[in-house]
């Protein structure tokens, strides 16, 4: 439908009422002795807004609140004012601004937050197509707590480049109190808390567990109901486990719920189970004599591991022999196996050693100050601490290459970091300051990837991908061999996690595929896929269209036996580099009609002492998704790069159009 000539006066004239650089009008005068500047007093901020804003309403406009020096200005009467200063001092830290904090622009933007599910299905405004209740339709009920979400106000930098907003921010939300608002289900549901200053709340760890294992047993469990208590799943005979009562190292094919553990070793000596320890370590009560001689990440695990109330717990560094190349192979092989049966796994992302420890685990050994704001008699605000996203991404823990599976692949887990603790799994993500645990909510802000627009639009909001990967099939699903994914499904996780796998570091070159093997057992496992050196043969030649993020440098380390390199050039495996793929090597909605046809032969080669070949193995590519298209006056588009990179290879590419015919010109 056409815009009228109104409609399009008027447009301009709503957007311009909600844009950042709106004139403020009409500003009361400054009143010290009301505790909240003139500019914020016109806002009209109480707690019936934050937590209950109705889920079809536009958001309140964004706020230029000024240059730091100005916001400084009125801190001696403004306890907001205080608040957003203290949002930018602690966000100026971790962005190094790179001149004086106090001439950057703060902006305030409204963000959605929590999200419930309707308890009145048949109130719905949008019925399932399928026959099926979806809950997550937004119900016409009034006071329902489906009908509305919560917000929370998100302080960042801006410039006007805007070159200062690389995703670090601040957010406020009302700090938790006895008030209930009308149709709220719980009184501090997405409010925030307060924590305490020396010690983590040790007792949340306990309950998000519980909570998990309540309300998402469906979602988050690491095994079926009907699945077997032994090591098949395993692909080994038996695992080793610490076992924490009898204070010793086992070997069992019926293991029981265990944890596992994710840390940094780094440049400190780590204790390890060696051939020569291994039976001293099995005898019973040994655990209490090598205790002072484990790192100290290890040791605070451990005492996790006991507060959480687990007896069994695996550790790498214990439960694998570290000096026998057999038993690493094997182990590495299946730990993509380890990690998702594991109850959970505690992540210790705090330092960049193993003997950093957790900080806050003991008393007085972390200081965290809760900053809060009065705004009226209702409404208090609180800054809250980073969310998980924040708190990781500046860690050692978050480049170091073998965390990124153990992240990505476990169910369930315990983070610590930043001298505070966070738990995610596949239905929320809580943090020690933030009141989400709710068996009914859908989403909330750290569960989501918010992009802020800066203008007249609301954020941009879709799930975070962030350490999920969507090929683990759940208990309530089919876990046969074959996910039945489409290849773009499968094919869009692999490309999202081999970049942020190889933007990571690695000690040891040799450990580049291995460093992500258990992903791609897990995608090869449940989506019927064969890799060579890690690219999947299914979708060879799109996989092979990946780009250095920077200037590559060639792995030098080479086979002993063949003194031939590693990893191929034409595999990202062969270079010290993040990689990344341009987005329409698997955009495969938008392919163009023609379909292109490669046959390649694959020969791996190597040398014996008569330098006649070791191994060799033939690798047939099918149909492959088309990489060009023949556009309208049937003229051959150019095709996308295609990067061969082999020792030994041999192709013929043949171009067909729509009909199925050979092109005349091919």
């Known amino acids: ?75 001696a009467y403004c306890s907001l004012c205080a608040l957003v200063v203290a949002c930018a001092t602690d966000m100026a830290i971790l962005e190094e601004i790179p001149h004086h904090v106090d001439d950057v622009d703060i902006m305030s933007c409204w963000v959605r937050d929590g999200k419930l599910r309707c308890p009145h299905p048949e109130q719905s405004r949008s019925p399932s197509t399928s026959g099926q209740i979806d809950h997550s339709h937004v119900c016409s009920l009034q006071n329902c707590p489906g009908a509305s979400t919560s917000l929370r106000l998100r302080i960042v930098f801006y410039d006007l480049g805007p070159n200062l907003y690389k995703g670090t921010w601040r957010d406020i939300v009302p700090l938790e109190n006895d008030t209930k608002l009308p149709g709220s289900s719980d009184a501090n549901l997405f409010c925030g808390r307060v924590v305490p200053r020396d010690q983590i709340n040790g007792s949340l760890m306990r309950q998000w567990l519980t909570n998990c294992e309540k309300w998402h047993s469906r979602t988050c469990s690491s095994r079926g109901e009907s699945e077997e208590s032994n090591t098949n799943r395993f692909r080994a005979r038996s695992i080793r486990l610490l076992d924490l009562e009898d204070s010793c190292l086992i070997e069992i094919s019926d293991p029981r ?47 996790v591991a006991r507060v959480l109330g687990q007896r069994y717990i695996w550790i790498d560094s214990l439960c694998i022999v570290q000096d026998d190349d057999a038993d690493k192979a094997q182990q590495i092989s299946q730990m993509d196996q380890i990690y998702q049966h594991a109850e959970l796994t505690i992540v210790v992302a705090g330092g960049d050693n193993a003997d950093c420890g957790i900080d806050g ?7 965290l100050e809760t900053n809060t704001a009065v ?26 290459g073998w965390t990124y599976q153990e992240m990505l692949l476990s169910q369930r887990k315990l ?112 989506c019927d896929v064969t890799f060579v050196q890690g690219v999947p043969e299914e979708m060879f030649l799109e996989a092979l269209l990946w780009q250095p993020k920077d200037r590559p440098i060639r792995m030098t380390e080479r086979d002993p036996v063949t003194d031939m390199p590693l990893f191929p050039s034409w595999s990202w495996a062969g270079w010290m580099s993040g990689v990344g793929y341009d987005e329409s090597t698997h955009d495969f909605e938008n392919r163009g009609r023609s379909r292109l046809f490669a046959q390649m032969s694959f020969v791996q080669l190597g040398s014996s002492e008569d330098g006649s070949a070791l191994r060799s193995r033939l690798v047939r590519i099918g149909e492959v998704k ?41």
């Open 257 to 303: 719920p265990y944890v596992c553990l994710s840390y940094v070793w780094g440049v400190t000596p780590v204790y390890k189970t060696l051939r020569r320890n291994l039976d001293d370590l099995k005898c019973l009560k040994s655990l209490d004599v090598l205790y002072p001689s484990l790192a100290k990440s290890i040791r605070d695990a451990i005492a």
């Open 1 to 75: 439908m056409l815009e009228s000539e109104s409609d399009q006066t008027q447009a301009p004239t709503a957007r311009e009422q909600r844009a950042w650089y709106r004139a403020i009008k009409r500003l009361p005068p400054e009143d010290p002795s009301l505790n909240i500047c003139a500019r914020h007093r016109v806002t009209d901020l109480n707690r019936e807004q934050f937590l209950s804003w109705p889920h079809d309403a536009e958001l309140p406009a964004d706020m230029h609140l000024g240059m730091v020096s100005e916001i400084k200005s009125r801190v």
């Open 375 to 400: 705004v009226s008699e209702d409404l208090t605000l609180m800054m809250l601490l980073p969310e998980l996203s924040q708190a990781i991404a500046a860690s050692t823990w978050n480049t170091r």
């Open 626 to 666: 088309a990489l060009s298209t023949i556009d309208e006056q049937q003229e051959l588009v150019k095709l996308n790069a295609i990067r061969m990179r082999t020792r030994t290879a041999h192709f013929n590419l043949v171009v067909y159009d729509a009909s199925g015919e050979d092109d005349p010109n091919g």
């Open 415 to 526: 983070i610590f970091a930043n001298g505070t603790l966070y738990f995610q799994c596949a239905g929320a993500t809580w943090g020690e300051d933030y009141v989400a645990e709710h068996p009914d909510v859908l989403s909330c802000a750290p569960m989501q990837e918010i992009n802020l627009t800066f203008g007249w639009e609301e954020p941009e909001v879709k799930p975070s991908l962030q350490y999920t990967l969507h090929t683990i099939p759940r208990p309530a699903e089919d876990t046969g061999s074959g996910s039945g994914l489409e290849p773009q499904s499968w094919f869009n996780e692999y490309v999202r996690t081999v970049t942020e796998y190889t933007s990571r570091k690695l000690r040891f070159e040799s450990d580049r595929v291995a460093g992500f093997g258990a992903v791609l057992s897990n995608i090869a496992h449940t």
């Open 361 to 367: 685990l003991e008393p007085g050994s972390r200081s």
